[in-house]
Every structure is written in C-alpha cells, then in structure tokens.
C-alpha cells in the first residue's frame, strides 16, 4: 500500500491535479528527502506501469488513482520496498493461493508440475501460472499484458523453472 501513498502524497500536499515530471520527483527526493533523485524515477516509472500515474509526451505527470481514497498518514515515509517490484506471475500466484487456501509455496509447486510434468519444462513460468488460474478460476486479464511482456523478454524456458522456485 506504500506505493499509493506515494504516489498520491505530491499531488495532495501540493493541491494540484497535475505535476510536471521534475515537480513530482523534486517533492519525493528534495521535499520530502524520501529517497535520491534516481530513485523518485524508478517510483515514477513503476506507478506509471502499474497504472497509478499517466506521464505525458510533454512532461505532465496525473494521477489514475482516486485521491480522496487514499490518505498519507502524519509522518508517512516509504519504505524502500516500494521500489521492489512484484513480478505478475508472483502477483498471480498470490491471488490462486488467496482464493483457493493454499500457500503459495503449494501454488508455486503445483505450477512447477505444469511446467516439468505437461510440458516437459517446454513453457515458462508465466504461460504455466496462467493455465493454473485459468483452471481455478482465478482472474487474471488485468495481468495479462505484464504477463505477455515478462514472456516477450527472451528468457529461455529452463531457466522459467528456477524462477517459479524464487
């Protein structure tokens, strides 16, 4: 939940709808000395991926996520997680775990099987995480895009197992 916060804590401190780019990392690393320069990037880039933010062709920076629903606590300071991003086979794995009871060391094993047992490690993690959800019933389409760029990046399919593992 620290990255909502974050995002919106510019925006509600300053009463403004719409930043510039520098206005929204000036707030996080020279404001508020929440994080480096650099970093106030990465946390631009990955709201921006996760869809929290829209950023512009010409710089502006607006909010996606409704303000009034989220609230920065008195002395609210990120951690540095928010800059750890959640892989969406991970996200995936903790929604089937969710739904279902199960921990998602079991769900981690269940995709495994998929992986070696069906498709002779033929199929990476994500591609076999999505056919787990599709067959519990877990939702997934929000995920699908993210889940088609991990798979895009030209990662070979036995080193997906080792990376369900983790």
């Known amino acids: 939940m620290s990255l909502p916060v974050t995002v919106a804590a510019p925006f509600k401190h300053t009463r403004k709808d719409r930043l510039k780019k520098s206005e929204f990392v000036f707030y996080l690393a020279i404001d508020r000395k929440w994080m480096s320069r650099e970093e106030a990037h990465r946390v631009l880039d990955r709201a921006a991926q996760e869809g929290l933010l829209e950023v512009t062709t010409d710089g502006w ?25 959640v892989q969406p086979y991970q996200e995936l794995i903790q929604r089937i ?56 990046k030209g990662q070979e399919p036995a080193d997906a197992g080792k990376k369900a593992a983790s």
Not at 62 to 80: K, M, Y
Not at 104 to 127: C, H, L, S, W, Y
């Open 97 to 152: 775990a969710g739904k279902d009871g199960l921990s998602p060391a079991q769900v981690t094993a269940e995709v495994n099987r998929v992986m070696e047992e069906e498709f002779d490690g033929k199929i990476r993690v994500e591609a076999a995480v999505t056919l787990v959800a599709k067959r519990r019933g877990v939702p997934f389409e929000d995920l699908r895009e993210r889940l088609t760029a991990e798979m895009m």
């Open 61 to 85: 920076v607006r909010p996606l996520l409704d303000l009034s629903a989220v609230t920065v606590p008195v002395g609210f300071r990120p951690s540095s997680r928010i800059l750890e991003s």
